[in-house]
């Protein structure tokens, strides 16, 4: 299996590159967020690679996608297990918004990011958003941080010691989503775990 591709990129075009490695040229299909930073023509490039076998009819083809970090490829690749999503959509999705700004719209719950994309609606949308929280590690939200901090620090000023009170705290957020969090709730939560 292609793990990556490190070669001169030879071609930049609407929705593909060809890196040359060794005298052989590789055409890799892009999202245009990878075409805007990847570099001038006739420098080395380095992208991390998905190989997509496509059956169509009697033939069947291997196309290669690429991309600049690990973590484009591995987004790239749980959009594809979601059904009805191939290749051309992930790489739209891709397209309109970095990994980061993904995965901070996934955690959130924020639908809106995806449907302005052609091809997708309100309700794959919300169905892709869904089925990605499953799959994707997602970054804390910094009011989840904020809300997490200032609750181990009402715990340790009843008392606890901070490695607990990590503890406790960290035990009562695996059990809510993101809409549930609030201060009192999760200090009260924490509270009953010591009694039980």
């Known amino acids: 299996m292609l793990e990556y591709i490190q070669g001169i990129l030879r071609v930049k075009k609407g929705e593909y590159i060809v890196v040359d490695v060794g005298g052989i040229g590789y055409r890799i299909s892009v999202p245009l967020s990878v075409l805007e930073r990847i570099g001038e023509l006739e420098k080395e490039v380095r992208l991390f690679i998905y190989p997509y076998l496509s059956l169509s009819g009697k033939s069947a083809s291997i196309k290669l996608y690429g991309f600049l970090s690990s973590e484009e490829k591995e987004l790239f690749i749980s959009l594809l297990s979601i059904s009805g999503i191939g290749p051309r959509i992930a790489l739209a999705i891709l397209s309109g918004s ?33 089925e990605l929280k499953e799959k994707v590690e997602l970054p804390k939200l910094e009011e989840e941080e904020d809300i997490e901090r200032d609750a181990v620090s009402a715990l340790v000023s009843l008392g606890y010691k901070k490695q607990r009170a990590q503890e406790m705290v960290s035990k009562v957020l695996r059990k809510q989503s993101s809409e549930e969090i609030e201060l009192e709730k999760i200090i009260r939560e924490a509270l009953c775990q010591c009694v039980q």
């Open 98 to 130: 970095s990994a980061d700004d993904l995965q901070k719209a996934i955690a959130k719950g924020n639908y809106q990011i995806l449907s302005r994309i052609p091809g997708i609606g309100k309700k794959t949308a919300q169905r892709i958003i869904l």
